[in-house]
Each structure stands twice: as structure tokens, then as C-alpha cells.
Nanobody, 117 residues
Framework: QVQLVESGGGLVQPGGSLRLSCAAS????????MGWYRQAPGKQRELVAR??????TNYVDSVKGRFTISRPNVKTVYLQMNSLKPEDTAVYYC????????????WGQGTQVTVSS
């Protein structure tokens, strides 16, 4: 089993920055992809950014150039969010994916990000 705990959310003004953190514990060696998802009110959950064990990254178009995902060690994933916009307001979730058997997805509890003046 893998446990994920997010932190770093909060209220920020447009144009501001936040850094979200995800701390992983448990059987973390089975994980080969980690990412950040978000869900805004009335919308589907969407992938924001992901990173593989090889360091490859992907971003949704709306955050390219503003957000950066990083994984300095196997236990920690960051999402640096700059130039925040009101449309970035959502609950952000850390996700861990195991491609090897048993194929599994793990989710954190979510952290609220609100961008408003």
C-alpha cells in the first residue's frame, strides 16, 4: 500500500505563487509515475502534470510555462505553481501509479487552491 499526503494549498492573489508538496510512504518502490490532478467546481478531474521515474514530464496546455513538477526523491513530489489565475482554483490531488502487477492508483486527500483577489 502507498499513502499520499498533500500540503501547501491556500488562498493566493492572481499572479501569485504556491508550491504544493506530496509526501509518499509505504510500498513506494512499486510506483513508476506520479502526478497532480485537479478538480474545479462543476468540472471533471483533470491531469495537471505528471512525472515518470525516468524524469519525463507532461503538462496540461493551460499550465505550460507556469507550473513545474519535480521529484527530488522517491518520497517527494512538488508542484510549483507560478502566475496563478482564478481558473486555477480547484482541489489538487497527488496521484501515484504502479504499472507493475498489481496495477494500482493511489490518491491523496486533496488540498484546496483558491486564486482570488
Amino acid at each position: 500500500q502507498v499513502q499520499l499526503v498533500e500540503s501547501g494549498g491556500g488562498l493566493v492573489q492572481p499572479g501569485g505563487s504556491l508550491r504544493l508538496s506530496c509526501a509518499a510512504s509505504g510500498n513506494i518502490f512499486s510506483i513508476n509515475v506520479m502526478g497532480w490532478y485537479r478538480q474545479a467546481p462543476g468540472k471533471q478531474r483533470e491531469l495537471v502534470a505528471r512525472i515518470t521515474t525516468g524524469g519525463s514530464t507532461n503538462y496540461v496546455d493551460s499550465v505550460k510555462g507556469r507550473f513545474t513538477i519535480s521529484r527530488p526523491n522517491v518520497k517527494t513530489v512538488y508542484l510549483q505553481m507560478n502566475s496563478l489565475k482564478p481558473e486555477d482554483t480547484a482541489v489538487y490531488y497527488c496521484n501515484a501509479h504502479a504499472s507493475t502487477w498489481p496495477v494500482s492508483d493511489y490518491w491523496g486527500q486533496g488540498t484546496q487552491v483558491t486564486v482570488s483577489s
